[in-house]
């Protein structure tokens, strides 16, 4: 069998991470133009293949934890986060993973909502009369509120403390694909002092609701009591690993993520138009945007769909061979990485009419484009497939349909960009100029009458912001 063609302009000894490090987008775009669906390049002395298209991402997510291993392409995550999920030994995922799908059951998707509300609501409070922000710096906050609130309750900031976040900060800012996690660097000492002092706050968190569980239903009760697949329960230092690692894996996603929906709608105004009058018709202003309401969005979910095609927050995912594979005319060895790329399959011409451009209605019954499961890869796919995603979609909707239902915004940033971020991508600055709508263009004068004499404090927030 041949050997897959190697991409053009690779150097010597460092082959083309250089270029990887700098725009890897446009390296799998040249890759793809060059040789087609299948092309190698070479990471140092490392050989990867880079696929393109639902059939062979369909053999990537399929093949993994058989023929392909996950754990090798991540392993710079596990001296940041450690041992578990898809950094910890195919045994150990698969004893974990009843506790991981407790965790996103159907049912628990019901405090999760009202967690986002209260929060997104709380941002918003925020905001005064009229201003300007960064949606990518306030997103970046939100999501960690949202994060704090639907997995460890509405203590949350008590709990945790002050300093949690800038803790998970110096962990995040440690993660490094390519140098070895143990060289003597001050990104990396910081990272080790702030694990300790996270395990300490963890570990209190654990034995609060070790000696009182009938106090508590979050995550880390859930962690404690549902019993594995070998029938032990998550020893303390693995509840606390898999907090960190739902936080890493749930909380710069979907902040990027959600940041690049708004702008990518502020951009498209003709768009926005149909999103704008979904929310007037779907949801009221004061009501909680639960489940039934959420099952009324179309446009807002297809223009996160239509986000998650252009502007993937995870554009690419890894494997490693480890034992003979064949892809297409192609027999890969066991050593080899293999690679998913949004930036290939995101934009093939015969998937995805005119790919280059932000078009939802794309996804509408009528259309019916991407419905192959392996032809978007933002998400992943197959056994591994992010169990977060129907939480990260329902937290984007929720944000955008309350952030544009009670302001109308204006988008100020004019080149906005990819940053690859180290926990996954996001957008650079998007400024908006904001202006908080008055309140009987949201609702009718008795509404704002009763709610007012209840006490409902979004509407007194509301009302004091449109007098100052
Ligand atoms: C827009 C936001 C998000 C994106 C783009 C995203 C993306 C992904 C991707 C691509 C994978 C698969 C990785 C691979 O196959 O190599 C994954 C896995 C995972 N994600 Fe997400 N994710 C998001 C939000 C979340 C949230 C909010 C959570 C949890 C609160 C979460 C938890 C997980 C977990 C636990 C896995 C591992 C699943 C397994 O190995 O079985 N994700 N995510």
Not at 364 to 390: D, Q, V
Request: charged share 25%; proline share 6%.
């Amino acid at each position: 069998m041949e050997t897959p063609p190697m991409i053009s302009g690779g150097l010597p000894i460092i082959g083309h991470i250089a270029e990887m490090l700098r725009d890897r987008e446009r390296l799998f775009k040249r890759g793809h133009a060059e040789h087609g669906d299948l092309f190698a390049m070479k990471l140092g002395p490392q050989p990867v293949l880079v696929i393109t298209g639902a059939e062979y991402n369909r053999t990537f997510y399929l093949e993994t934890d058989k023929s392909l291993n996950m754990q090798d392409g991540y392993s710079f995550l596990k001296e940041a986060i450690g041992e578990v999920l898809f950094t910890a030994s195919q045994d150990d995922y698969y004893n974990q993973r009843p506790a991981l799908q407790e965790v996103f059951k159907r049912e628990r998707m019901v405090s999760y909502l009202k967690a986002m509300n209260i929060e997104v609501q709380r941002w918003l409070d925020s905001l005064g009369h009229s201003g300007e922000i960064d949606i990518t710096e306030s997103m970046l906050h939100l999501t960690q509120y949202v994060a704090g609130r639907a997995l460890i309750g509405p203590d949350f900031e008590q709990e945790l403390g002050a300093e949690f976040w800038d803790l998970y900060k110096d962990i995040s800012a440690s993660l490094d694909p390519v140098l070895p996690p143990n060289l003597p660097l001050p990104k990396f000492w910081r990272r080790d002092k702030a694990k300790k002092k996270i395990m300490t706050i963890l570990k209190g968190l654990i034995q609060k609701r070790r000696d009182h569980p009938e106090r508590y239903d979050d995550l880390i009760t859930t962690l404690l009591t549902t019993p594995l697949k070998d029938g032990t329960t998550m020893p303390d230092d693995t509840i606390v690993i898999m907090f960190m690692g739902l936080i890493f894996a749930g909380h710069e996603t979907t902040a990027g993520q959600a940041a690049w929906v708004i702008a990518l709608l502020l951009q498209h105004p003709e768009y926005l138009g149909l999103v704008n009058a979904e929310i007037r018709d779907k949801a009221a202003y004061g009501q909680e945007i639960d489940a039934g309401v959420l099952s009324k969005f179309d446009h807002i979910f297809w223009a996160i769909d239509e986000t998650t095609r252009l502007r993937p927050s995870a554009d690419t995912q890894l494997r490693t061979v480890s034992s003979p594979i064949t892809i297409g005319n192609y027999e890969i060895p066991a050593g080899w990485r293999l690679m998913v790329s949004g930036a290939t399959s995101h934009f093939m011409p015969g998937v995805f009419s005119n790919p280059e451009a932000f078009d939802p209605l794309r996804y509408s019954p009528e259309r019916g484009e991407g419905k192959n499961p392996f032809a978007i890869i933002g998400f992943g796919g197959g056994i591994h497939k992010c169990t977060g995603m129907n939480f990260a979609k329902n937290e984007m909707a929720i944000i955008t349909a309350l952030f544009l239902q009670q302001f109308d915004v204006e988008l100020l940033s004019q080149d906005i960009h990819v940053v690859a971020g180290n926990g996954a991508n996001h957008p650079s600055e998007v400024f908006v100029r904001y202006q908080r709508k008055p309140l009987t263009a949201l609702t009718d004068a008795t509404t704002i009458r009763e709610a007012a004499a209840a006490g409902c404090p979004h509407i007194r927030q509301h009302m004091s912001a449109e007098q100052n």
